[in-house]
């Protein structure tokens, strides 16, 4: 599916363009909105190289991951990124994944992202089941996550390595019949 265009009341998901490198890497290349991430703060060198893979993979036929920008919709500011990803290990699955500029933290931008990738997953890639996983200490996305509707399944232990140092992620996952039952 190509290419995505998915609306909320206030925040859209488009698809990536090489323009838009220098407002993901104000996310990837910021230490706060890394913290939590599986990984540390990214060089615009990085970040650039990271959209150009996006914007390639997203015509791949079949197209795996969805890597969008996400877009506050009255000033047109890219201020999150959001990935989507199909699991070739499960049927009918996918990970996803979001991070947001800390400027736009704390008005429920995170939960208004999380419904567009979920929304998305299910009702147009017609998923069984989606997933995600959080830093045990990101209270924020937990918050969020369980406010989407998704459940906490559990803890994959030592499952991240950062700076030198193995972290646990807490795993959340959503199916469709309970999305479904949101709407």
Known sequence: MYPVSRRAHRLELRELTLADADAVHAIYGSPEATEHLSFTPRS?????????????????????????????????ALI???????????????T?????????????????????????????LALHRIWGARSPLNQA?????????????????????KDGQWRDSIVHAILAHEWA???
């Open 44 to 76: 615009r060198d990085d970040v650039g190289q990271i959209v150009a893979r996006s914007i390639t993979t997203a015509t791949s036929t079949p197209r795996t991951e969805y890597a969008l920008a996400v877009i506050e919709r009255d000033t047109a």
């Open 80 to 94: 999150g990124y959001g990935r989507l990803a199909t699991d070739p290990h499960q049927q009918q699955a996918a």
């Open 96 to 124: 996803f994944g979001f991070a947001l500029r800390p400027d736009a933290w704390g008005v429920g931008y995170g939960l208004e992202t999380v419904h567009l990738l979920l929304g998305l997953g299910f009702e147009e």
């Open 141 to 161: 996305s937990a918050h969020t996550m369980l406010k989407a509707g998704m459940t906490e399944e559990g803890r994959i232990r030592e499952h991240v390595r």
């Open 181 to 183: 039952q949101q709407a």
